[in-house]
């Protein structure tokens, strides 16, 4: 929505109204869905299972926050993320810019909120960066003159 407001292609007050509803229907269905709220999760994620979520108060701090976050980045610098960022480079050029920049979002955000490293949570980002390269390396076949 940043970027459509930002381009001129969507009125701001549009965008606050569909992010607005975005966001009240993520918060409505979870509490429709008997969600126990983002503590739960980060105790589901990083600490265990609980087998009676309902019956017990789950506790997590910023300490913990923080181990998981540094602990989730060395994963993250394990794994395919350096590889597709510099495809993402590669392939950076204004036509690309707008959806290598969504993707970017998009991984950093979702990796603030939940910090735990799982590789399918990015395959937007490895989609986006693979194909920016791919049409970057297509124009420059446009250019090279015929043998």
């Given at each position: 929505l940043f970027l459509l407001v930002w381009q001129g292609?969507?009125?701001?007050?549009k965008a606050a109204?569909?992010?607005l509803i975005g966001v009240a229907s993520v918060v409505i269905i979870g509490r429709a869905a008997g969600d126990y709220g983002?503590?739960?999760?980060?105790?589901?994620?990083?600490?265990g299972m609980p087998i009676a979520p309902a019956e017990m108060t789950a506790h997590f701090t910023v300490?913990?926050?923080?181990?998981?976050f540094v602990s989730g980045y060395k994963d993250m610098?394990?794994?395919?993320?350096?590889?597709?960022?510099?495809?993402?480079?590669?392939?950076?050029?204004r036509t690309t810019a707008p959806l290598l920049g969504v993707a970017a979002a998009y991984a950093v955000l979702h990796y603030v909120i939940l910090p735990n490293w799982i590789d399918r949570f990015?395959?937007?980002?490895?989609?986006?960066?693979?194909?920016?390269a791919v049409l970057?390396?297509?124009?420059?076949?446009?250019?090279?003159?015929?043998?």
């Open positions: 292609r969507l009125e701001l007050w109204a569909l992010g983002i503590q739960m999760l980060y105790y589901r994620n990083f600490i300490a913990q926050y923080a181990h998981f610098l394990l794994s395919f993320v350096p590889l597709f960022a510099m495809l993402g480079l590669v392939g950076l050029n990015m395959a937007f980002f490895y989609l986006a960066t693979a194909m920016s970057r390396s297509q124009s420059f076949r446009l250019l090279e003159s015929p043998d």
